[in-house]
C-alpha cells in the first residue's frame, strides 16, 4: 500500500500557535482540523484495524495517495482519537476527510463509493484528475 504515512509531532506551525497567556500548544481538535484540511485525502488509523486497511486500500486501487496518520504509533494520537470519536459520533478510525471535510468512517466511504459519488468528490478535492 503506497498511502503517505506522516508524523503527528509538534510542527513548527504548532509551536507557533501558542495560546495567548497559559503557553499552551494547539488543542488535539485544532490539530486534528489542520492536518485533514492540509491534504486532498487524509485518513485518520490505526495500524491494526482491518477496517482501515480496507478504506487505505480502497484509495490506492483508484489512484489516489491519501495521507495517513497512525494513531497508535504517534505522540498525542490518543487525545486526537477521542476528538475524532466525538466527531464521527462513534467508532473513531479509519476517519476519512476528503477536500478538508468529514466524510466518516468506512461505511459512509464504501457507500459513496458504490453509489458512485466517492470518485467526483475526489475529483473535486484535487486527488484524481481523471
Given amino acids: ?29 485544532e490539530r486534528v482540523e489542520r492536518l485533514a484540511s492540509e491534504n486532498a485525502v487524509v ?7 482491518c477496517m482501515c486497511h ?12 491519501p ?3 497512525e494513531l497508535d504509533e504517534e505522540h498525542g494520537g490518543k487525545e486526537m482519537e477521542r476528538v ?10 479509519p476517519a476519512v476527510f476528503i477536500g478538508g471535510k468529514l466524510i466518516g468512517g468506512l461505511d459512509r466511504v464504501m457507500a459513496s463509493h458504490i453509489n458512485g459519488t466517492l470518485v467526483p468528490l475526489l475529483k473535486e478535492a484535487g486527488a484524481l484528475w481523471l
Fill in 1 to 29: 500500500m503506497s498511502g503517505r504515512r506522516t508524523s503527528l509531532e509538534l510542527s513548527s506551525a504548532d509551536a507557533s500557535s501558542v495560546a495567548g497567556g497559559g503557553g499552551g500548544l494547539v488543542s488535539p481538535m
Fill in 43 to 49: 485518513v485518520f488509523s490505526i495500524s491494526s484495524c
Fill in 54 to 65: 480496507v478504506v487505505k486500500s480502497l484509495f490506492c486501487s483508484l489512484g489516489v495517495n
Fill in 67 to 69: 495521507t495517513v496518520y
Fill in 84 to 93: 475524532i470519536r466525538k466527531l464521527v459520533g462513534g467508532q473513531p478510525v
